[in-house]
């Protein structure tokens, strides 16, 4: 069974930094692109990042750019997404996913953590 | 970067009606759309990828068209289960975009 569980999310004050972990299971994680995704409180899907198999390539949206930085440890099937520089506007539940290995889409999904930034 | 615009934002409808969402790319994506239902406290799930592809286990009622810039989502006969937030999102650009969502409520 795919399982994805992330971790780490937590109060942080703004300009803080905080470093969230997705471990993954029951499928071959180094085959698989895989995403972080946002959800503000009562807001819609944000797409945050996305990395290839082996972490050669990486992408972000645009409002987290030289903040975060997406990244995977293939030996222990796990992925990360540090968060620096934090602000009010990133506080969201953050997900991980998998990336379908062909044709697209994230076809499973963790159950998300929450990362509130105030003072 | 591709703007997804869904239409309409929310959506009153009784079960056993036939609902249509449509979503706008602001530029060709070709078929590279997939639309995901959300409800409430929990993560999304993926519907369709491709535009038109049916996700394994998801009931044949829901159903994708389009490509380009302009697809759909039908539901032909909404059930119960069905009352939840629809996102549509494009992957053919290196970075992904969802629409802004739409939201299915009981008529």
């Known amino acids: 069974e795919v399982q994805l569980v992330e971790s780490g999310g937590g109060l942080v004050q703004p300009g803080g930094s905080l470093r969230l972990s997705c471990a993954a299971s029951g499928f071959t994680f180094s085959s698989y692109w895989m995403s972080w995704v946002r959800q503000a409180p009562g807001k819609g899907l944000e797409w945050v990042a996305n990395?290839?198999?082996?972490?050669?390539?990486?992408y972000y949206v645009d409002s987290v750019k030289g903040r975060f930085t997406i990244s995977r440890d293939n030996a222990k099937n796990s992925l990360y997404l540090q968060m620096n520089s934090l602000r009010a506007e990133d506080t969201a539940v953050y997900y991980c996913?998998?990336?379908?290995?062909?044709?697209?889409?994230?076809?499973?999904w963790g159950q998300g953590t929450l990362v509130t930034v105030s003072s | 970067d591709i703007q997804m615009t869904q239409s309409p934002s929310t959506l009153s409808a009784s079960v056993g009606d036939r609902v249509t969402i449509t979503c706008r790319a602001s530029?060709?994506?070709?078929?590279?759309l997939a639309w995901y239902q959300q409800k409430p406290g929990k993560a999304p799930k993926l519907l369709i990828y491709?535009?038109?592809s049916l996700e394994s286990g998801v009931p044949s009622r829901f159903s994708g068209s389009g490509s380009g810039t302009e697809f759909t989502l039908t539901i032909s006969s909404l059930q119960p289960d069905d009352f939840a937030t629809y996102y549509c999102q494009q992957y053919n650009s290196y970075t992904w975009t969802f629409g802004q969502g739409t939201k299915v409520e009981i008529k």
């Open positions: 491709k535009a038109s």
């Open positions: 530029q060709s994506i070709s078929s590279w």
């Open positions: 990395i290839k198999q082996d972490g050669s390539e990486k």
């Open positions: 996913a998998r990336d379908r290995a062909a044709d697209g889409g994230s076809d499973y």
